[in-house]
């Protein structure tokens, strides 16, 4: 479980659950963004229930805000794999000022 959109320069969260597994399988979450690979998560996964969550951080957005989350996993008899698409969106500080009156007058200064 991936939002669709990934906030940049702050915190997100994908989170991992696998049950009714009845071999050992090799997991890998990637996200996929303007050519190049960042690895969420990559470990080998044992028994029959399995769930995490990891926290990443997505990358500033350049150019195209369209990414691709996926997901793999491998064993013996077991072949998964998912590709979805999330939008990364820039998060960017604002500055808000508030001044006593709603509209001033030329030559007026705020309190």
């Given amino acids: 479980m991936v939002p669709s959109v990934l906030q940049s320069s ?9 049950h009714s597994l009845n071999e050992s399988v ?19 996964v044992r028994g029959n229930y399995f769930f995490q969550c990891i926290t990443f951080m997505a990358p500033r957005a350049t150019f195209s805000p369209l990414a691709f989350i996926t997901f793999s996993a491998k064993g013996a ?15 960017d ?15 007026q200064t705020g309190e």
């Fill in 10 to 18: 702050s915190p997100d969260q994908a989170c991992l659950q696998l």
């Fill in 26 to 44: 090799s997991v890998s979450v990637i996200l996929e963004y303007s050519g190049s690979n960042t690895t969420i998560f990559e470990q080998p």
């Fill in 77 to 91: 008899t077991v072949r998964l794999a998912e590709k979805r698409s999330v939008a990364i969106q820039n998060v």
């Fill in 93 to 107: 500080s604002v500055v808000f000022v508030q001044t006593d009156k709603p509209i001033y007058k030329p030559g």
